[in-house]
């Protein structure tokens, strides 16, 4: 794998591991390769860090490697590891501003840090910060871990401020 130089190199074997094919080279064909080379292209594109995956069959350059013999190279193109959105929301005798950060691939592991922080008229402060990475190499199975807050004035109708804090920990399967 090239180009893949924000990911580690012991994620990426556990991620294509499953379906690389180890069987002895007189028993594999190249319709083998080619599914082989299809299921971890595909693989590669759900992990959601690279932006493209162009395999390619050259010939092995490997000491052991016989005449005929060929290795997968696959050229990666990762996506942006940032994003940033800001808001800002007046109306209707209320108003918010909003702040919203994701960092992409943080340990190298395909793992998403997300966070989220508003202030408003109505609701003075709210937030949460999230850690998700999979914990399965089929990718459908994903940990995650937040942190949540909620600040909420409700003095003009209740004459009270009501505060709402906690942490997750949830086991996310998709199961399309």
């Not at 940032?82 to 691939?105: H, M, P, Y």
Request: aromatic content about 4%; proline content about 5%; glycine content about 8%.
């Amino acid at each position: 794998v090239t180009g893949a130089s924000q990911t580690r190199p012991s994620f990426l074997r556990w991620l294509l591991a499953p379906h690389l094919y180890t069987a002895d080279s007189d028993t594999s064909t190249f319709k083998d390769i080619l599914q082989a080379t299809s299921k971890i292209t595909c693989k590669m594109a759900e992990t959601d860090i690279f932006a493209s995956v162009v395999p390619r069959l050259e010939p092995s350059r490997e000491p052991s490697a016989r005449p005929g013999d060929l290795q997968l190279v696959l050229q990666t193109r990762q996506r942006g590891r940032f994003f940033l959105k800001t808001a800002t929301e007046l109306g209707d005798q209320d108003g918010n501003v909003s702040l919203q950060v994701r960092l992409r691939n943080v340990l190298g592991g395909a793992e998403t840090l997300e966070g989220s922080l508003s202030s408003g008229l109505r609701t003075r402060l709210a937030g949460h910060v999230s850690l998700g990475a999979p914990i399965r190499p089929d990718l459908r199975t994903r940990g995650e871990i937040s942190v949540f807050g909620l600040e909420k004035d409700l003095t003009a109708v209740a004459s009270h401020v009501e505060g709402v804090r906690g942490v997750r920990a949830a086991v996310r399967v998709s199961t399309d």
